[in-house]
């Protein structure tokens, strides 16, 4: 004999009946059916009341919320919203706070909540990472220890051209070593540039980027072609952690001034463009003060660092130049034996 199947609402009908027949004690009706009578009396008032609908289940939501956010206060946040779709909860919260700021806005998460109930809050989508750098950051204690190497993001010039800034820098001097604009950011035009500077300034000991192409890839070790000639050359590449640009910060500080000297607004013309970088490069290792005491240009201090460093070699194929570690072997993807210009204090004056 199979289980026989029941519900509360078949189970309070059965009970109102039998109530109402009046065959047994209300206190024996109760036990038969395990309620009190406390309960048992709900359910005769209900029904009596309401009829079958009083025996249905009720909400047990407050009705009051002492803490909700008023339908006014919901909407004006919504407004702001509607008008700006790119600013997240704590930019509508402080846009409030500002225009109208003796009125209690709601804290961030909750107008974050709103958002998301009206349907104002666009998903991420989950996209494939190449895989995550396992190795501890290498030591950056001189230069050509490490180098940093990223785009700046992409912009458009006056004229319709799409400007791709790449840049590489020193970490331990902060010295900018290239910032050129490239037509595409794939291997075979960025690895041109990183050839000049391994030639002009040596080999760093690692080449320190995002998870972005070209510098990493989603195969196996996250290793790009890219990747793969930097090791070929003896150096070794280093990625940061997915979404963590704050550990490559000293490069993407120097990307905060260049947008704002060189990019804000963009040239009228690629040509005038390009010309902004150069002059900015000049600018930013020669004339901007550091915000650091002396107050001087990068280049006067790493001038300045480097007449007091001892030029011992590291070894017999490398040697120390004016901070800069500069080779004196063939190089393996130029095909050629050339032997690499010293970086003299000369140059920085």
């Known amino acids: 004999m199979g289980w026989k199947e029941t519900c509360a609402m078949d189970e309070r009908m059965r009970f109102v009946l039998a109530a109402e027949k009046g065959e047994e004690s209300f206190a024996a009706l109760c036990r038969r059916f395990n309620v009190s009578r406390r309960v048992g009396y709900k359910w005769l008032g209900r029904y009596e009341e309401e009829g079958l609908a009083g025996l249905l289940d009720r909400s047990r939501a407050p009705r009051h919320h002492p803490q909700a956010i008023a339908p006014e206060i919901a909407e004006r946040c919504l407004e702001v919203r509607r008008a700006h779709p790119t600013w997240g909860p704590v930019k509508v919260r402080a846009y409030l706070e500002r225009v109208a700021p003796k009125t209690e806005w709601p804290v961030a998460s909750t107008i974050g909540e709103l958002f998301d109930r009206e349907g104002l809050t666009v998903r991420r989508k989950l996209r494939r990472r190449s895989p995550p750098s ?13 180098w940093c190497i990223d785009f700046k993001g992409w912009f458009l010039t006056g004229d319709g051209n799409r400007c791709e800034p790449l840049t590489i820098t020193d970490a331990h001097s902060r010295y900018l ?17 990183l050839d000049a500077a391994f030639r002009e300034f040596g080999l760093p000991n690692f080449l320190r980027s995002d998870n972005g192409s070209p510098f990493a890839s989603r195969g196996a070790g996250g290793l790009s072609s890219l990747s793969v000639n930097l090791i070929k050359a003896g150096v070794t590449p280093e990625r940061i952690a997915p979404g963590k640009p704050q550990q ?6 120097m990307h905060l001034t260049l947008l704002q000297d060189v990019a804000s607004p963009p040239a009228r013309s690629m040509r005038e463009q390009l010309k902004r970088l150069r002059e900015f490069q000049q600018l930013y290792n020669h004339e901007r003060p550091r915000w650091t005491t002396p107050r001087l240009p990068i280049a006067t201090r790493l001038h300045r660092a480097a007449t007091t460093e001892s030029c011992a070699p590291r070894n017999t194929a490398t040697r120390r130049s004016a901070g800069f570690v500069t080779m004196e072997r063939s190089s393996s993807t130029a095909g050629s034996s050339t032997s690499t210009l010293p970086w003299r204090a000369s140059r920085l004056g």
Not at 134 to 146: I, Y
Not at 177 to 193: K, N
């Open 177 to 193: 070593l290239r910032c050129q604009a490239l037509p595409r950011t794939d291997t075979d035009h960025v690895w041109p540039v």
């Open 134 to 146: 396992s190795a501890p950051f290498a030591a950056c204690e001189a230069a050509n220890d490490v």
């Open 248 to 253: 490559n910060g000293r490069h993407e500080r």
